[in-house]
């Protein structure tokens, strides 16, 4: 079983940038694919971005590209996302989660954290 704790959100302006971390403990060895979802009221959970333990190799949602980078510190065992360019849109819940593969497939992930909320404000 894998541990995640979300951190790192909050309240920024449109244009504004957030880090967003994500610390995992537990059996992460297992896991190789790190990824970022989020959901906005109303709306489904959505990929936001992934990353592989191993080799680094990362997936963006085309919502985020150019704005997002997703990066990893192993010694850490964190992931975190560096949200610039923030919009309105961006606003809700982000979530991590870990999959065996790396992959875009929101079914593929377990081991949920709980959340943290990022507001963007116009």
């Known amino acids: 079983q894998v541990q995640l704790v979300e951190s790192g959100g909050g309240v920024v302006q449109a244009g504004g940038s957030q880090r967003l971390s994500c610390a995992a403990s537990?059996?992460?060895?297992?896991?190789?694919?790190m990824g970022w979802f989020r959901q906005a009221p109303g709306k489904e959970r959505e990929f936001v971005a992934v990353?592989?333990?191993?080799?680094?190799?990362?997936l963006y949602a085309d919502s985020v590209k150019g704005r997002f980078t997703i990066y990893r510190d192993n010694a850490k065992n964190t992931v975190y996302l560096q949200m610039n360019s923030l919009k309105p849109e961006d606003t809700a819940v982000y979530y991590c989660?870990?999959?065996?593969?790396?992959?875009?497939?929101?079914?593929?992930?377990?081991?949920w954290g709980q959340g943290t909320q990022v507001t963007v404000s116009s």
């Open positions: 537990g059996r992460t060895f297992s896991k190789d694919g």
């Open positions: 989660a870990a999959s065996r593969t790396v992959t875009t497939t929101l079914g593929a992930y377990d081991g």
């Open positions: 990353i592989a333990w191993s080799g680094g190799y990362t």
